[in-house]
């Protein structure tokens, strides 16, 4: 009977372990600590970063570059048509790269897949380049494109 209410005793403490399993595997946030910190940190640093690229974006492409005659003439702020075109073509390699290291991360985590941050590893290079492309042209951008780039 003492074996008989120890068994008991031992299925008593499993029973609501199987509950609690099901439960955590149900939710990946809870169970997979780098996907919570992707989605509870990183994701909302990628998009603010997506949204101010944007933004500099959209405004670089509203400069009067337009009615320049040539790509040496100056244009908004003493900035050439050139010089626009090269910020504006920073600014999308950076959104681009940005967005895909983050998709590589994503797909990392979901997958396990080493193809994923092999890739990821490559587009974060990209990533610094074209970062460190924007910063050689951060005289030619706005006030306003500065504040982002700064912020």
């Known amino acids: 009977m003492e074996r008989l209410q120890q068994i008991r005793a031992a299925y008593d403490q499993w029973a609501p372990l199987p509950e609690q399993m099901f439960a955590l595997r149900d939710d990946p946030i809870a169970n997979q600590p780098a996907l919570r910190l992707l989605i509870e940190e990183a994701s909302p640093l990628v998009n603010t970063q997506v949204t101010a690229i944007t933004e500099m974006i959209d405004e670089q ?19 050439t048509a050139e010089q626009v075109i090269a910020g504006l073509k920073a600014m999308a390699d950076y959104r681009g790269s940005l967005a895909l290291t983050a998709a590589n991360i994503r ?28 910063l050689k042209l951060k005289g030619t951008l706005t006030p306003a494109q500065r504040a982002n780039l700064d912020a």
Do not use: I, W
């Open 61 to 79: 492409a509203a400069r009067d570059f337009v009615t320049a005659a040539s790509e040496s003439e100056t244009v908004t702020g003493g900035v």
């Open 107 to 134: 797909g990392y985590l979901a997958t396990g897949d080493p193809d994923f941050k092999t890739a990821y590893e490559k587009k974060k290079a990209d990533n610094d380049a074209a970062y460190a492309a924007l």
